[in-house]
């Protein structure tokens, strides 16, 4: 099935930037959907940016949305999300997500179907 691992995540100053990387192994992911999900405490897991098999199109949640940059890297089996002008109400773990649906836009948990561990951000005030 493969196998994601998240990396990056840390403290940071709220308007400080983050870059958070995801480590595809066991198999080659770039005919796949990748995502990122975030689960903040006492919340569930939501939707952040998708970006299709090619690297051409993206898709974002409002909240993040024009903050936050996916992008990938299929040699290298990467994807990556650069968070700038980092908030607050950022705070989670995130999560990297693959799913062989082509649409961009599904922002559902249940249709990825391998996930990865997570790695937290924390965002001071």
């Known amino acids: 099935q493969g196998k994601l691992v998240e990396s990056g995540g840390g403290l940071v100053q709220a308007g400080g930037s983050l870059r958070l990387s995801c480590a595809a192994s066991g198999r080659t992911f770039s005919g796949y959907t990748m995502g990122w999900f975030r689960q903040a405490p006492g919340k569930e897991r939501e939707f952040v940016a998708t970006?299709?098999?090619?690297?051409?199109?993206?898709y974002y949640s409002d909240s993040v949305k024009g903050r936050f940059t996916i992008s990938r890297d299929n040699a290298k089996n990467m994807v990556y999300l650069q968070m700038n002008n980092l908030k607050f109400e950022d705070t989670a773990v995130y999560y990297c997500?693959?799913?062989?649906?082509?649409?961009?836009?599904?922002?559902?948990?249940?249709?990825?179907?391998?996930w990865g561990q997570g790695t937290l951000v924390t965002v001071s005030s």
């Open positions: 997500a693959a799913t062989t649906s082509g649409l961009i836009t599904i922002t559902a948990t249940s249709h990825f179907e391998v």
């Open positions: 970006i299709d098999w090619r690297g051409k199109s993206t």
